[in-house]
């Protein structure tokens, strides 16, 4: 006779396979995989536009992968007719957060994008592949181009009020006089968005800067070499 699986052992092998395949970034098998291939897997969104800054930088530095990748870019669908078999729910509100990055219009044929798109490009329009990654702290990672001579911080600032940082840089050989910033700050309706602002003086250990409320800034640093 075929043994058909109750719905308990079916959800207990799924309740298993979750503790092992994702079981965080200490468990063995991410060690494992992460020592041996150099790859890793982190799969987390956030409606908070923010908050998905702090998790991009927390995920890399701690799990050393080779790419960040978002899955579910897209994430809400407007359509008169639905999408794929889907009733179509409208436009959501995105100054109340959202889980993808963009919505998608098929009626306009356009693609809508939020304030967490651009929190999201404030890493991936300047860190590059072939970029070595560079550990700082809990809110900032860097990125180095050694043919370029390129530095790329990226810093988020989750809290409501300013925050004055140090980047120490005294450990490179040489740094540029000044550092591009590039930053997005606030909501969609009125914040900023990919705003170039004016460049940063920087003395010879490295570079001092106000970090504004609930931001994300990209600095970036000609010049950059190693002893």
């Known amino acids: 006779p075929v043994y058909r699986l109750t719905k308990y052992e079916r959800d207990y092998a ?14 063995k098998l991410f060690k494992d995989v992460r020592e041996a291939n150099s790859l890793c897997y982190s799969i ?20 050393s992968p080779s790419a960040w ?17 889907k009733q179509d729910f ?6 109340k957060g959202y889980w993808g990055a963009t919505v998608v219009d098929h009626d306009k044929q356009e693609i809508i994008v939020t304030q967490k798109y651009y929190c999201i490009g404030q890493f991936t329009r300047y860190i590059r592949p072939g970029d070595t990654l560079l ?12 043919e370029k001579q390129q530095l790329v911080i990226v810093a ?3 809290e409501g009020t300013d925050v004055e940082h140090f980047f120490d840089l005294s450990q490179f050989k040489t740094i540029g006089k000044t550092a591009q910033q590039i930053r997005t700050s606030g909501s969609l309706a009125d914040g900023e968005h990919w705003a170039q ?6 003395d010879k250990t490295g570079l001092f800067t106000s970090l ?11 010049g950059v070499t190693l002893e």
Do not use: P
Request: proline share 0%.
């Open 69 to 85: 990748v978002m899955w579910q870019v897209a994430d809400n669908h407007i359509s008169a007719e639905g999408y794929n078999g």
């Open 135 to 146: 550990h700082i702290d809990e809110n900032s990672m860097a990125a180095y181009n050694s």
């Open 14 to 27: 799924l309740v298993l396979g979750n503790l092992i395949l994702g079981g965080g970034a200490d468990a």
């Open 156 to 158: 988020v600032n989750c």
């Open 44 to 63: 987390y969104s956030s409606f908070d536009n923010m908050f998905i800054s702090k998790y991009i930088i927390d995920d890399t530095m701690r799990l």
């Open 212 to 222: 504004k409320a609930n931001s994300v800034t990209t600095f970036i640093i000609e």
């Open 90 to 95: 409208g436009m959501v509100d995105l100054n």
């Open 197 to 202: 602002l004016d460049d940063i003086k920087m």
